[in-house]
């Protein structure tokens, strides 16, 4: 039999966003660079900016947590630019940037769950508490998949999406049921696509 050749890698909505900010992030990367800020710092910055806004949601404010997440939403991308600006050849950096990231997705939505649960909507708490669990669920699958050596980025929500939801719903008052609805289901969505990836990819002969 001829050997299968390999999978192309899959181009996300988040790989065309990055190639179209590229140039500004890596200017901005650069500027920061030459001011002596460093990557982890802006990290750091924007997970102190995410759990400012999980307070401001906890407490019902959600526009307002919303409008500070926008405002820590570059710094997302920022670290990666300063990175690259300095030349940095570690890859703590990444592990910290992908940890942080699961801690923000925590705290968010562990923020909207909990003032879900103060005005009794239960069935919004739900809603926030199973798109919490798909979205760990769906990095936890890629994670493990790398460690053998199989880059996995198929799926309906990528982290991107995930974001721009949340930021949407929590903005625009009216859009939070339906927003947290895609959230859920599509994060519950993107972790199965992601196993099944992985059952027809990796080598199931022991």
């Known amino acids: ?14 790989d065309r966003l990055r190639a179209r900010t590229d140039r500004w992030l890596l200017r901005a990367g650069r500027l920061l660079h030459a001011r002596g800020v460093h990557p982890d710092t802006v990290t750091l910055l924007g997970l102190a900016l995410v759990a400012l806004a999980a307070l401001v949601i906890a407490g019902g404010a959600l526009q307002l ?51 879900f649960a103060t005005v009794d909507q239960f069935g919004l708490l739900l809603l926030a508490l199973t798109g919490l669990v798909g ?21 309906l929500l990528t982290r991107l999406e995930r974001v721009l939801l949340l930021l949407a719903g929590l903005i625009v008052p009216p ?32």
Request: proline residues 5%; charged residues 20%.
């Open 1 to 14: 039999m001829t050997p299968e050749s390999p999978t192309p890698p899959k181009i996300t909505r988040t």
């Open 175 to 206: 859009l939070i049921v339906p927003a947290l609805v895609i959230l859920a289901v599509g994060s519950v969505i993107t972790g199965v696509q992601r196993l099944w990836f992985v059952y027809q990819h990796l080598d199931r002969e022991d």
């Open 65 to 115: 947590g919303g409008l500070i997440l926008l405002i820590g939403l570059p710094l997302d991308a920022l670290d990666g630019a300063v990175a690259r600006a300095m030349q940095r050849a570690d890859r703590f950096g990444g592990v910290l940037d992908s940890t942080l990231d699961r801690v923000a997705d925590g705290l968010i939505l562990g923020a909207l769950a909990y003032y």
């Open 135 to 155: 979205s760990y669920v769906v990095s936890y699958v890629r994670a493990r998949a790398g460690e053998a050596d199989l880059a996995v980025r198929v799926g």
